[in-house]
């Protein structure tokens, strides 16, 4: 069964600084793999998605997410973190079918230090 | 941002009593979800619909129904709510024609069963 797994439950760095979170799945096919955010209160929104192709994908806000199938990752990279950067990230994995199901991760909160 | 709102955003109730959660959307998209979100668990599916009058179960369906009479709304009923579905309930939309895996999420209804 398709599953994800966020390792981090919780990660603190200082603003300016670079940021990586990790996500591993297991799915026995080629992924379709996404990362999602929740500001405090609010819905998620879609920061990336991969579904073939170039294994490095560029989203929006700065954000970049490198596939590596060898690994079963799709980590999330921001180069240099803004305060407004503090969020909940969620990393989501594609059920396969068509209807579009979504298996999601447990999260990982960011707090963001002065 | 998606046009897609949920009504109410806030409700406590008492256990036993039916709760309906509305979901409108005004992008006509084909796909509409339910979702749950509680901590340490992420967000995970509840029912979904595929299309007016079509609809089909998630993860976690117990306890909980669906209906969707036109394209722009999305019903979910809890038919006697309990304690263990207090929670945050998420509805999201996507259209096939695109993605059926590109979610775009509302704002979330917190609901409280006491």
């Known amino acids: 069964a398709q599953s994800v797994t966020q390792p981090d439950i919780h990660i603190t760095v200082s603003e300016g600084a670079s940021l990586e979170l990790r996500c591993n799945y297991s799915?026995?096919?080629?992924?379709?793999l996404f990362w999602y955010v929740q500001s405090p209160g609010q819905g998620l929104q879609l920061l990336l998605k991969y579904f073939s192709g170039d294994t490095l994908v560029q989203g929006i806000k700065g954000f970049e997410a490198e596939f590596k199938r060898s690994q079963s990752s799709f980590n999330l990279r921001k180069p240099s973190v803004h305060w407004s950067d503090a969020a909940e990230y969620f990393c989501a994995v594609g059920k396969g079918g068509s209807q579009g199901n979504l298996i999601f991760g447990k999260g990982t909160k960011l707090s963001v230090k002065p | 941002d998606a046009g897609i709102t949920q009504s109410p955003r806030h409700k406590v109730t008492e256990t036993g009593t039916p709760v309906t959660l509305r979901c409108h959307q005004t992008?006509?998209?084909?796909?509409m979800y339910w979702y749950r979100q509680d901590p340490g668990h992420g967000l995970r599916l509840i029912h979904y619909s595929y299309g007016v009058k079509d609809t089909d179960k998630g993860e976690v369906s117990d306890g909980y129904s669906v209906s969707r009479s036109k394209t722009e709304d999305f019903l979910l009923t809890l038919e006697s709510a309990t304690s263990s579905q207090t929670s945050v309930y998420f509805c999201?939309?996507?259209?096939?024609?695109?993605?059926?895996?590109?979610?775009?999420f509302g704002p979330g209804t917190r609901l409280t069963v006491t």
């Open positions: 992008e006509n998209h084909r796909y």
């Open positions: 999201a939309i996507s259209e096939p024609a695109r993605s059926a895996y590109e979610q775009y």
């Open positions: 799915y026995g096919a080629t992924p379709y």
